[in-house]
Structures are given as structure tokens and as C-alpha cells.
């Protein structure tokens, strides 16, 4: 209940600072004064996202390797559920990619616009990384160093080189025996849940009157002109979710888990409304483990299974958004992304999707961390800020749908093993 109600308070403060803004730019009001107090409380909160991007990077790579590692004690089981996420992230995220590319949503953004909306405390853009300078970030010289430059106009490999790191660290330490490994997992584990909590009080404490003070700003800035600026950004991540959802899940469900992809849909509808009004997978988490076991018929263990999991690395919806996102702001900033780019964030967007937080606007602060790395500077997550609860709703029912087509998937696979054993 609690996601359920930051969800509406951040929607609402979405809709007061449309309105206040679109009426005092109809109106011809002074709003300087407002304008800089506006700013002011939107720089605070995008700060206040910043601060956890590194402490939730770091240990959500570590144990979640760790995590994935512990699948293969599932044997079959786990294989398959492992392939089928990485599988249909891949074409959430080529989707995403795809759409953008053609769409074009944000070539057209008129420079003198976006001067508008850039505030003073705003960095600069940093130069965008070759693909030579990716590849040499993979192994930073010093990764404290590309800890404490991430987000400077003078950053090197900056979250890439961060994210780098703590894979090959978390291999390491997944070779570890668990008499060695638990200690530092249980330290990171403890560092992650407290990033977390801490997201979590930041967005109930700044997050409705954050967004209503950056939603105001870009209202009074762009008058009517906000609705086909973002408008076009909006259709785009509408259109990659429902492909996803509509033409991607039924082609999957009839094909590989044998089942009536309209009858999987109605009977999932429970834990999809639930995800859409609370925009937390982890807040839906037991309905759509009812909905798994009781409606859907799917094996108890393999429901928790997955379940559990998915709304931890399952985040079907979190990578095409973000992938239309880097896309999108790469093009307000004037550049043209090639395919090889797009084929990075892809990359990209997989990987921090798969560790976002299970919270309304969890994956915010990871994305922020990644625009630098493609010449936009990591505050510019800002001017989509506003529109991203509708988003945020639709793509975590995405993400919970995607854990439930999964499921009955792998309850295929699971009684197809049970039946030949017992026939054995």
C-alpha cells in the first residue's frame, strides 16, 4: 500500500506542476521567483538520486552474479529461466533501440529549448567515449578513481569502468568458497538494502514535490510546446511496451510455454493491475505469486522461484525504457547515435536492468550514471523526470507480466522433467 500511495503522490505532484505551469504561462504571471525556487528543490532531489547511484551499482553487480551463479543448483530449471530472461530483455532492449532509431523522437529539439531548461547548476556535456575508450574502461587503471570522476565533465570510463570492476570482481568472488565469499556478500548485501532504503525515503520525502517543481519548471519554460516535445519520447516507450507486451509475450506463450496467450493475459490481470497502480515489482510480488500458483497453475516452487528472481533481474520493460531514454536524450543533446552506439546501450541498458531497484523510480539514478559515458551529462535525466511515473506504471506491469510468461514456461519444462522421472 505504501508503493500504491508514493505512486499516486509522485503522479500527483506530476499533475499540480503541469497545471500551475501551464497557467502561469497562459496567464503571463511573473514567475522568477518561482522559477528559481523550483529549480532549486528539483536540483535537491536529482542530488539526492545521484548520492546512491554508486552504492547501489556496486554491491547490485557483486550479489547479483552471485544470485544468478545460485541458479545452476536448479540445474534445468535454472538454464532455462536464465536463458528465457536474457532472452526477452534482449528483445525488450533491440525493441527499444529499434523504435528510437527510426522514430527519431528527439532530433528535433530545438537547442534554444533545451538552453531553457538547463539550469546553472547543471554540468556540461562530456565528450562521448569512442568505442577504443569503452573498450580500454572495461579494465580501469584504478577504480576508486572512476568511483570518484563518474560524474564530471573530466570523466574518464566513468560507470562503465565502475560496473566493469564489479563483474569481474563479482566472478571472482562467485569462484570463492562460501566460508570466504558470505562475509563480504553479507556487507554488500546490507550496503544495498540500506542504498535502498534510503532511495526510498528521498523519493517519499522530495519525490511528489521534486517532480512537481521540474515538471513546473519545463511548463513554464515550453508552455503547450511540452506535450509534442515529450510527446513523440512518450509514444516511442509506449509502442516498444506494447510490442512487447501484445506481439513479443503471445508469440513466446504460444510457441515455447504452449499456452492461450489471451487466456494467460485475463487470468494474470490481478497482479498487472496491481503493478500498474503501485509501479513496484516488489510491492506486487505476492499477488503475482498468487496469481502464478492459484490462476495460472503453475508449481509452487516453481512459482517462488521465478517470482522471487524476476522482480529482481526480469526487468523486460526497465531496459527498453532506458534504451529509448540514452537514445533520446543522446538526440536532444545533437548527436546522431549510430547502430554500433545503439547496440552499447542495448548492452547496457540489459545489464542495469537487471539490478534496478523494485521501487517506483528505482532505475533513475542508475540511468543518470550512465549518460555521461554518451556525452550527456548525467543531470539531463531531469527533463524526462516528470513523464516518467505514467512510464514507470507501464513498465513495471511489463516487468510482472514478463515474470508470470516466464513462469508458465518453465512450469512446461518442470512438469515435462517431473512426468519422464516418474515414468522412469
Not at 529549480?39 to 542530488?47: D, K, S, T
Not at 528521498?202 to 521534486?210: A, D, S
Not at 521501487?359 to 533513475?364: A, D, E, Q, R
Request: no cysteine.
Amino acid at each position: 500500500m505504501s508503493d500504491k500511495r508514493l505512486s499516486y503522490l509522485i503522479l500527483g505532484g506530476l499533475i499540480v506542476g503541469l497545471g500551475t505551469g501551464l497557467a502561469v504561462k497562459a496567464l503571463g504571471l511573473p514567475a522568477e521567483a518561482l522559477l528559481n525556487g523550483a529549480r532549486f528543490i528539483g536540483e535537491l532531489f536529482i542530488r539526492g538520486l545521484f548520492m546512491l547511484i554508486l552504492p547501489l551499482v556496486v554491491p547490485m553487480v557483486i550479489t547479483g552474479i552471485h544470485k544468478l551463479t545460485e541458479t545452476e543448483a536448479l540445474g534445468k530449471i535454472g538454464l532455462h529461466a536464465l536463458l528465457a530472461i536474457l532472452g526477452l530483455t534482449a528483445v525488450a532492449a533491440t525493441l527499444g533501440l529499434t523504435t528510437v532509431l527510426v522514430i527519431q523522437p528527439g532530433q528535433n529539439f530545438p537547442t534554444s529549448t533545451l538552453s531553457r531548461l538547463t539550469t546553472s547548476e547543471n554540468s556540461p556535456a562530456p565528450p562521448a567515449l569512442s568505442w577504443s575508450q569503452i573498450l580500454l574502461s572495461l579494465l580501469p587503471k584504478n577504480p576508486l578513481h572512476e568511483m570518484a570522476m563518474a560524474f564530471t565533465s573530466s570523466q574518464a570510463g566513468g560507470l562503465i569502468s565502475v560496473v566493469s570492476f564489479s563483474i569481474l570482481f563479482g566472478i571472482a568472488m562467485a569462484r570463492l568458497s562460501a566460508e570466504v565469499s558470505q562475509p563480504l556478500y553479507r556487507v554488500l548485501e546490507a550496503l544495498f538494502q540500506a542504498s535502498q532504503w534510503l532511495l526510498w525515503r528521498i523519493l517519499w520525502w522530495l519525490g511528489p514535490i521534486g517532480v512537481a517543481s521540474l515538471t513546473f519548471s519545463a511548463a513554464v519554460s515550453l508552455g503547450p510546446d511540452i506535450f509534442s516535445l515529450f510527446g513523440q519520447y512518450v509514444g516511442v516507450v509506449v509502442l516498444g511496451l506494447g510490442i512487447q507486451m501484445f506481439v513479443v509475450y503471445p508469440i513466446f506463450l504460444y510457441f515455447l510455454a504452449k499456452r492461450s496467450p489471451w487466456r494467460t493475459f485475463s487470468l494474470s490481470a490481478p497482479a498487472l493491475l496491481m503493478a500498474f497502480s503501485s509501479a513496484s515489482s516488489n510491492a506486487t510480488l505476492p499477488v503475482t505469486l498468487r496469481v502464478a500458483t492459484e490462476r495460472l497453475g503453475v508449481a509452487p516452487a516453481i512459482a517462488r522461484f521465478i517470482t522471487t528472481l524476476g522482480a529482481t533481474i526480469n526487468q523486460n520493460g526497465t531496459a527498453l525504457y532506458e534504451g529509448v531514454t540514452i537514445l533520446f536524450l543522446m538526440q536532444v543533446y545533437g548527436q546522431s547515435p549510430s547502430f554500433s552506439e545503439g547496440v552499447l546501450v542495448v548492452f547496457m541498458a540489459m545489464l542495469i536492468a537487471i539490478g534496478a531497484a523494485g521501487v517506483p523510480g528505482g532505475s533513475l539514478p542508475l540511468l543518470a550514471g550512465l549518460l555521461p559515458t554518451f556525452g550527456v551529462p548525467a543531470s539531463a535525466i531531469w527533463l524526462i523526470y516528470g513523464v516518467d511515473r505514467i512510464l514507470d506504471m507501464m513498465r513495471t506491469t511489463l516487468n510482472v507480466y514478463g515474470d508470470l510468461v516466464i513462469a508458465s514456461y518453465l512450469h512446461r519444462i518442470y512438469a515435462g522433467t517431473h512426468d519422464s522421472r516418474s515414468a522412469n
